[in-house]
C-alpha cells in the first residue's frame, strides 16, 4: 500500500481521491494530545479519556473469549457472536483496563460513537485540519477482529492508541468476497463471509483471487488510512487497548439525494426475480437514466422540460422524493 508522511490539507486530500487508491498518512494526528498520552501507556490514555465526564451513556459489544476477537456470526449465519449492552463510558473503560491483565479477556467495543457531543473536550483538542467540516466518530477496544465490508463513505481513520491493520480490497472484488446476509449483519452492511485468517478456499474459492489484490497497512499511534469509497476493508486491532478517530464522508454529493444503500434495496424488491428478458430491458434503462452510459440523458430537451432529468436542484430532488413517498405510501 502507498504510503505519505507529513501534513495533509484539503487539496491534498482531494488528490488522494482523485487516485482511488488506499493510502496509509504517516504521522498525520503524530501532534494529537491524545497520541501523545497513548505513547505513555494504557492508563494514561484512559485517564485522558476519563478526565471530562460523558454527556451521555453509549453503546458496546462485547464476544466471549472463545470467539478469539473476532466480531461475526454464529456457525449458521443467523445471528451475530457477540451482545450489546448501553452504559457509561466510564464504566467501559475501568473494565477495558481490567481485561488487558487477563490471559483470555473478552473482545470488547465501544463503536462509532460522535465525539463532539460524548467528548466535547478531546473534540477541540485533537481536530484534522484537512475536513474541518466533517464529525469525528471515536472506536474504542481491545484486541479484536471485524469483518471486512464497505461503507458508501470516503474514510480517513487515525490510528490513536495500539496498532492496527488494515486489509483492503477493490469494490470490484465483491463477487470473490462472499458477501453474507442483509437481514443480520456485523457492521451495518453484508460483510465478507471469508475468515482472511484462514480462508477456506473449498467453500470460497474466488477468494483466492481477492487475495491477490489486497492491500495492507499496520498503522501505529499518531498514523493514519485512507480508504477510498466503497473499498472493502478489514481492521485489526493488535494491543489491549486501541482507540481510533475516523472521519466518513461523501464526497462531491449534492445535499438532500436519497441514500444509495435504501435504492439497493428497492432495486433488489424491484428487479431481482423478474425474468432475465425483462431484468434485460431495466439494466439497459438504469444504464441509460442513473449510470449515464449513453451521457447526458437530458442533453436533448430545452432547459425548461428537463425536469428531473436536469441539475440535482432542491426543486427536482423533493420533487423525486415525493414521488417516491407516494408510490410506497
Known amino acids: 500500500m502507498k504510503e505519505i508522511a507529513g501534513p495533509l490539507t484539503e487539496a491534498g486530500l482531494a488528490s ?69 449492552g448501553n452504559g457509561r463510558l466510564e464504566t467501559f473503560l475501568a473494565d ?6 487477563m490471559p483470555d479477556p473478552p473482545a470488547m467495543a465501544v463503536q462509532s460513537e460522535m465525539i463532539d457531543d460524548l467528548l466535547p473536550a478531546f473534540a477541540r483538542e485533537n481536530r484534522l485540519a484537512a475536513l474541518p467540516d466533517v464529525r469525528a466518530r471515536i472506536w474504542i477496544g481491545n484486541r479484536i477482529r471485524v469483518g471486512t465490508h464497505w461503507d458508501a463513505k470516503a474514510n480517513v481513520a487515525c490510528c490513536v492508541a495500539g496498532r492496527r491493520r488494515f486489509t483492503l480490497y477493490p469494490p470490484d472484488q465483491i463477487a470473490a468476497l462472499y458477501p453474507g446476509p442483509f437481514e443480520v449483519t456485523p457492521a451495518g452492511v453484508p ?12 467453500k470460497y474459492p474466488r477468494f483466492a483471487e481477492a487475495a491477490q489484490h489486497a492491500s495492507t497497512g499496520t498503522l501505529e499511534p499518531g498514523d493514519a488510512i485512507y480508504i477510498p469509497y466503497g473499498w472493502w476493508h478489514g481492521v485489526e486491532s493488535l494491543e489491549s487497548v486501541s482507540i481510533l478517530v475516523n472521519y466518513w464522508w461523501t464526497p462531491d454529493c449534492p445535499e438532500g439525494i436519497g441514500s444509495p444503500y435504501d435504492a439497493l434495496m428497492h432495486a433488489m424488491f424491484a428487479f431481482r426475480h423478474m425474468p432475465d428478458d425483462q431484468r434485460a430491458v431495466w439494466r439497459g434503462l438504469l444504464d441509460y437514466y442513473v449510470f449515464g452510459a449513453e451521457g447526458d440523458p437530458g442533453a436533448h430537451l430545452p432547459a425548461q422540460a428537463k425536469g428531473v432529468l436536469g441539475p440535482p436542484s432542491r426543486e427536482n430532488l423533493a420533487a423525486m422524493r415525493d414521488f417516491i413517498r407516494k408510490v410506497l405510501g
Open 16 to 84: 488522494l481521491r482523485a487516485e482511488g487508491q488506499p493510502v496509509v498518512l504517516r504521522g498525520l494526528v503524530a501532534d494529537w494530545p491524545a497520541v501523545a498520552a497513548a505513547r505513555q501507556g494504557d492508563e494514561t490514555i484512559i485517564a485522558y479519556l476519563g478526565r471530562e465526564p460523558t454527556t451521555r451513556p453509549v453503546g458496546a459489544i462485547a464476544a466471549a473469549p472463545s470467539e478469539q476477537g473476532r466480531f461475526f456470526y454464529t456457525p449458521d449465519a443467523t445471528k451475530l457472536n457477540f451482545v450489546r
Open 96 to 101: 477495558l483496563l481490567r481485561a488487558a491483565a
Open 191 to 202: 460483510v465478507s463471509m471469508v475468515d482472511p485468517h484462514a480462508p477456506d478456499l473449498e
